[in-house]
């Protein structure tokens, strides 16, 4: 994988077209020409964004940064699963993709899987992933949310990109409160000393977003 990300980064007209870059962002292409020699970072501090904004990993205390650590699992497209606190370089690649050969949706689902597999054979598994980062990497058994909104009037709307941040604030709220849950009674009974609401529709689980008060986290 890293070889065809070099590949197609090596030119930049290969670039803008493999890994969707426009003018402004067409300079990452250099972060995978430079993974060899990059300075890394652990995981949960090297990705930004709406779901790990949320995190302020730089500022949380070490019990926190050891519990995502200890039970985070992330899917890279460069590297497949990884731990909080594997350390990794700086790069540029995602789910959609197009490296021509591998093709990232054939070339990680089955050893991702294996992985994910052994990673997550105790206890309860929630798949806080995107459908193309599921895709890399399945996990039939782990339960996964939908977040939603819930207006004055209790109607509920599914929520697409700011679904993002309801998931960043979730898990730094089970960081912060050294949450240990193994199943779902066990989650729903931390979510109710919290003030998170999870509800469950048609054998899905819901997480609503407004019970996660960002001054909470």
Do not use: C
Not at 80 to 86: E, L, Q, T, Y
Not at 205 to 217: G, N, R
């Amino acid at each position: 994988m890293i070889t065809a990300a070099r590949s197609v980064s090596s030119e930049e007209s290969s670039a803008r077209t493999a890994l969707k870059l426009g003018p402004k962002s067409i300079a990452e292409r250099f972060r995978n020409l430079a993974l060899d020699t990059s300075p890394t970072l652990p995981a949960i501090d090297r990705y930004t964004g709406v779901l790990y904004d949320p995190l302020a990993t730089l500022g949380a205390d070490a019990a926190t940064r050891a519990w995502w650590f200890d039970h985070v699992v992330v899917q890279s497209a460069m590297f497949g699963p990884i731990r909080g606190g594997d350390r990794i370089p700086a790069y540029r690649l995602s789910h959609d993709s197009r490296l021509g050969s591998p093709r990232l949706a054939s070339h990680w689902p089955a050893a991702s899987a294996r992985v994910l597999a052994a990673l997550t054979a105790d206890g309860l598994v929630l798949d806080l992933r995107s459908e193309g980062y599921r895709q890399l990497g399945p996990v039939p058994a782990a339960v996964v949310l939908r977040v939603v909104s819930v207006d004055g009037s209790g109607r509920r709307k599914a929520l697409n990109h700011w679904n993002k941040t309801a998931k960043g604030r979730l898990v730094g709220l089970l960081a912060r409160t050294g949450a240990e849950v193994d199943s779902m009674p066990e989650l729903l009974a931390w979510a109710a000393s919290h003030g998170v609401v999870f509800e469950e529709h048609d054998g899905t689980w819901d997480l609503v977003a407004e019970s996660l008060d960002p001054v909470a986290v």
